[in-house]
């Protein structure tokens, strides 16, 4: 049974950074393409970090410079850096797993940025 599990959410006042991290299990990790999504309250879920299985990190226009998504395969984990957060990053950050035939969602963690 595929689970993904968010962790690292939580209060940080604007400009501070946090690092979210989403534990996979029972999937071979690195044959699977990772996102981090986010949705804010009243608005769709939108796409904000994807990395592709051997491909290049791509972010959303309102995220580059701050967020880097990585993985560490080793752990069977991504990670979403976030840096210089505004309190428009505010949201619920979701984590995917997807391959051309299976797609896998987090439950969400989330991410409050607030003074």
């Known amino acids: 049974q595929v689970q993904l599990v968010e962790s690292g959410g939580g209060l940080v006042q604007p400009g501070g950074s946090l690092r979210l991290s989403c534990a996979a299990s029972?999937?071979?990790?690195?044959?699977?393409?990772m996102g981090w999504y986010r949705q804010a309250p009243g608005k769709q879920r939108v796409l904000i970090a994807l990395?592709?299985?051997?491909?290049?990190?791509d972010y959303a226009d309102f995220v580059k410079g701050r967020f880097t998504i990585s993985v560490d395969n080793a752990k069977n984990t991504v990670y979403l850096q976030m840096n210089s957060l505004k309190p428009e990053d505010t949201a619920v950050y979701y984590c995917?797993?997807?391959?051309?035939?299976?797609?896998?969602w987090g439950q969400g963690t989330q991410v409050t940025v607030s003074s």
């Open positions: 990395l592709t299985s051997g491909g290049n990190p």
């Open positions: 029972g999937m071979i990790f690195s044959m699977y393409s």
């Open positions: 995917n797993a997807f391959s051309e035939q299976e797609d896998y």
